[in-house]
């Protein structure tokens, strides 16, 4: 597998890891860093191998996942970068990765979420950073090669990884024509296919984010133009990833709806893209109850029957057509300001499980937004509410037995 991270770079990552737990240089030992040199060649488990499932039983054994939110997606702005958008303050990826207020992501904190019942780690990157501001496109190695590592810490765990094209699909929509757009899509897609082309089939790609349907800057689109643009981008997304051969040709990929929207990704102009590969193919939404959420009515009947819509357009458009939901982005936390007035005083936990229990009967793939210590903390690697932990650990065996 190209890119292995060998014994010495793994002692250095050791070392600062352990340091950034609150150990200095001089406190760890040789002896810890030869143990864990010793564990990540044992560990690192991902072997290659695809093992031929069908989409449906594919999105069922995915369980419950989690994003590392406001991570490898965060970016400085910088406006007179053309090519990416991105500042080139900072030396490494790992200044990017606490941008936006993460720690440096460990393998301890990897292990936590497995630990607290997730089974699919989502790692939304901003694929602009670092790179040259010279109009190839060319994804920075050393980026990579972290986005790599942490892919490497959830494979270690078993856990299916699903990485995607995050804030940089919005930059390269918003200020270039569809053709530039395209072709920008295509080449960094390309690099990212081949890099982890060896991989086996628990690491899976999600097209986009939520750009799909922004227009350029001062630029109009008729509806029927739009869904069109739309349904290119997921095209040219599975055509450069299944181009790339490897188990590339056969990994599961994940189209994005547009604007992850459910009512316009259920719209009959929203096209699933063609692809050479049988049944490997599945949609990617957010938040079930989104419009209830920002109209603050969570908890009553409105919000109750809203969601259960919302599941039941998914179902006819795509379940129903063996083709898995992936929502992608899921709240974790309802705040009260968010609740209708009958709901306040209500633990949050318990309109987590309603959703989420709908999600799972609905048999789609859902996984919670979270962003550095807010559902889950990354330092102490557990779950900072007991009854949260409650519905995830009820919420994955329920999954299990299904």
Known sequence: MKNRIFSALTAFITVFSLVSCGKSSSDVTDTEINTEIIQEDENSADDGSMRGLSAVDFAKDMGIGINLGNTMEAFWEDKNNKTTGASKVGDTP???E???GAVVTTQECIDGMKNAGFSTVRIPVYWGNMMADDGSFTVNEDYINRVQEIVDYCRNDDLYVVVNFHHYDEFLIKNYDKEDVLKAVDIVWEQVAEHFKDYSDYLVF????EALGTPKNDTEMT????YAYVNEMNQHFVDTVRATGGNNSERMLIASG???NIDNTTNEKFIMPKDSAEDKLMVSVHYIDNAMYWTNIVGGNKWLNYSKE????LKTAFTDKNIPVFVGE?????EDDHLEKRSKGKNSSEFLKTILDMAVDYGFVPVLWDTNNNFYSRTEYKIKSDSDQTVITEIAEKIKNK
Request: hydrophobic share 25%; net charge negative; with cysteine.
């Open 94 to 96: 790992q200044d990017f």
């Open 98 to 100: 606490k941008c936006w």
């Open 206 to 209: 999600e097209a986009f984010n």
């Open 223 to 226: 509806e029927d133009e739009t």
């Open 258 to 260: 547009y604007w992850t």
């Open 310 to 313: 919302q599941c039941e357009l």
């Open 330 to 334: 899921c709240t974790s936390i309802y």
